[in-house]
């Protein structure tokens, strides 16, 4: 599991359904959703 920060909660939460994804400038992320609020959420791993 991996944590990142939901914007609605305003904290650090477990990302839910979380997928690996490669955005535009190279850097990998996982996109998910907040268990609670079901915002969507990201966090950026690194370079890919
Ligand atoms: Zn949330």
Do not use: H, W, Y
């Not at 944590?3 to 490669?22: A, L, P, Y």
């Not at 955005?23 to 969507?40: I, L």
């Amino acid at each position: 599991m991996t944590e990142g920060r939901c914007m609605k909660c305003k904290m650090s939460v477990q990302i839910k359904d979380g997928k690996e994804t490669v955005m535009k400038n190279g850097m990998k992320a996982m996109k998910g959703v907040c268990p609670k609020c079901g915002t969507k959420v990201f966090r950026i791993l690194g370079k890919a």
